[in-house]
């Protein structure tokens, strides 16, 4: 009842006659009642419900019937008519299938995050230290003494017996095939997907400047994220550069905190748990993985480059804890990580052979072949790869020679793999092909692109196979076999700008960074990753035959060269015999004009002395008539020769 409190009970009898109780509430709002109803057994069932006051579910609805009401009413106006045109015919469209709309969604972006467990040697006893041998000894001739083992070692010698006997009636290892001939490749169009993005994670986006593979298996990538404007890094940007595992692409497996931003990371080959970094500020640093992702090693700053360092490699030692650096303050640095606080040895890139570092070129790539362990070259700023000696007796002689080709900096420079003689360089708009044998000018090049190039890396299974990415985030694929004035694939990869590149060991990967921090996973179809039939051959003939061409047009200019020179040396000789004769001429006349002043005073002088000494008038002396006779002789003379000066 409307009038109870809640909770209420109410009883209600339920039989063949109705119901017995009140079963809605006030206003017609039905209340569970709770109901004792008697089953056929003759037993009573109890339920509670529990109905709500009467002021709780609002106000009581009353209906009822009356006419409808007209509140408003507008009466037409035939006025209005004049100022609408019929429109005639009248064309509508009807659409017989139904109408749809697309919708998109984001989906929960899922992270994932690997963890590992160390194992390492445990089971020994508190009082026994495993790394003390004595001790280790002692307790394993105590243990092997105790039956418990013995009955231990028989039980499961038993077990590894059967197990020997199995490996030694089959062989589960043996190859029944191995005579089947290589499947050929179908030709097929290069083609290229993207498998995964890599996105910085800091809100203020950084440029990936550098790319580095683990060198176990390729399933990690290190990236190095600085921003190289110069004095114009916004506040507040991090320093992290992170190493990324391929299969999980939402969160870093490991940040790098360095003291300043890197600008190059580098996988030690031999030791995959360390890693080399070059800093904005031109220190080199070094971490190790087990440790953490604090820096392990540091150089000092007053011992380091003093601009950032765009080029580490490690070097092939047995050690495997060698390795050089360069950078744009003209210096090529070697150290060991061991004692990395100052460089072993440094090379300053001084072309004219003086050592000095005001007229050093600024580096900006490197590159070094293990298969040629004293030999390394150096890409500069100023478009000219220099090639150094390290074993040179004097710094001077450790610049071999230099091959100058780009209007730029000379952003990527690299060996091919298969004929290390033939290196490849970035730089400027275009590509270039180098033979060690000709160093006045490219072998092979592409040619010149709307947008800047910025990195290039060769395909590490085909040796006539290169990439290259360019400013306007574009990825190219050249292969010399199949196209020779066009790239074989050419692919948007993003918006922005790609900076660098790397390809994976087995030439089906490849990374490129971007200038927002993105980086891009591509897989290449296996036409481009795959050896094809005499690929080796025909690439070792083009480049041997574009160097015999370029060895002729260099055997010709230097023949022009020397024709212009003896032209030149010529012209020179009669200029200055044309000279020589002007001059003669000149001094001849000036002399003949001095003499015959002097003959011409020295006869007025002779002439005033005779006037003086005349005796008389009519009848001159003897010496006076001497004297006048010799003066008439020199102007008669004098006469003669400017006739003849006159007639020449």
């Known amino acids: 009842h409307p009038l109870l409190p809640a909770p209420t009970r109410l009883r209600t009898w339920s039989g063949p006659g109705g119901t017995c109780g009140d079963g809605e509430g006030a206003g017609g709002v039905p209340h569970p009642i709770p109901s004792l109803r008697p089953p056929a057994a003759g037993t009573m069932e109890i339920v509670y419900v529990y109905v709500k006051k009467r002021s709780e579910f609002g106000k009581q609805c009353n209906f009822s019937d009356r006419q409808a009401e007209l509140n408003i009413d507008i009466a037409p106006n035939p006025e209005l008519a004049k100022q609408f045109v019929e429109r005639n015919p009248v064309d509508t469209g009807i659409q017989c299938s139904v109408s749809m709309s697309e919708h998109e969604a984001n989906t929960e972006r899922f992270e994932m995050e690997t963890r590992g467990v160390n194992h390492i040697e445990g089971g020994w006893p508190k009082d026994v230290n495993p790394l003390e041998l004595e001790q280790t000894i002692r307790f394993r001739k105590k243990v092997e003494k105790d039956e418990n083992y013995i009955n231990t070692i028989t039980q499961l010698g038993s077990i590894m017996e059967h197990c020997i006997k199995q490996n030694n009636a089959i062989d589960i290892y043996e190859e029944y095939f191995n005579d089947e001939e290589a499947v050929e490749v179908m030709e097929e169009a290069p083609s290229a997907k993207t498998i995964n993005v890599f996105r910085d994670p800091q809100e203020i986006k950084r440029a990936a400047t550098h790319l580095s593979w683990h060198p176990d298996g390729n399933r990690k990538l290190a990236v190095a994220y600085s921003c190289l404007d110069f004095q114009r890094a916004p506040v507040g940007m991090s320093n992290d550069s992170y190493i990324w595992d391929l299969e999980n692409p939402n969160k870093p497996e490991l940040a790098l905190k360095p003291s300043s931003p890197l600008v190059t990371l580098e996988y030690n080959p031999k030791d ?377």
């Open 272 to 648: 995959s748990h360390v890693l080399l970094g070059g800093c904005y500020n031109g220190q080199i640093a070094c971490w190790d993985t087990r440790k953490g992702s604090l820096v392990a090693d540091l150089s000092t700053l007053e011992f380091s480059h003093r601009d950032p360092v765009y080029g580490t490699i490690w070097l092939q030692s047995k050690t495997g804890t060698e390795c050089f650096s360069a950078s744009t303050d003209g210096q090529v640095m070697w150290w060991d990580i061991r004692k990395i606080s100052e460089p072993t040895e440094v090379v300053i890139m001084d072309i004219t052979r003086k050592e000095q570092l005001e007229n050093a070129l600024g580096a900006i790539s490197l590159e070094f072949e293990p298969t040629l362990p004293t030999k390394f070259m150096v890409g500069t700023e100023q478009g000219i790869v220099i090639s150094c000696n390290r074993k040179a007796k004097t710094p001077a002689e450790k610049i071999v020679c230099t091959f100058s080709g780009h209007h730029g900096p000379i952003y990527a420079l690299q060996r091919n793999p298969f004929y290390p003689k033939n290196f490849l360089t970035v730089g400027d708009w275009t590509a270039r092909i180098w033979s060690e044998d000709s160093r006045e000018s490219s072998i092979m090049w592409t040619k010149y692109h709307m947008a800047y190039l910025t990195d290039a890396a060769w395909s590490p299974v085909r040796p006539a196979v290169f990439f290259t990415t360019k400013m306007d985030g574009t990825l190219d694929i050249w292969d010399f076999v199949f196209k020779q004035c066009d790239p074989a694939l050419s692919l948007k990869v993003c918006d922005e700008a790609l900076f660098c590149l790397r390809v994976q060991d087995n030439g089906c990967l490849i990374a490129c960074g971007s200038q927002l921090g993105t980086t891009t996973l591509l897989e290449v179809s296996s036409g481009l990753s795959t050896l094809q039939r005499n690929e080796k051959n025909t690439a070792s003939s083009m480049f041997e035959r574009e160097t015999r061409r370029e060895k002729i047009l260099e055997v010709r200019h230097r023949e022009m060269r020397l024709k212009e020179k003896g032209r030149a040396e010529g012209r020179d000789e009669e200029q200055r015999d044309e000279e020589l004769a002007t001059d003669l001429e000149a001094l001849v006349s000036k002399a003949e004009d001095e003499f015959f002043d002097i003959i011409y005073a020295e006869l007025k002088k002779q002439e005033a002395d005779a006037i003086k000494l005349k005796p008389t008038p009519q009848q001159p002396s003897s010496e006076e008539g001497q004297v006048v006779q010799e003066a008439e002789e020199a102007t008669g003379e004098r006469g003669g020769d400017e006739e003849e000066e006159d007639l020449a």
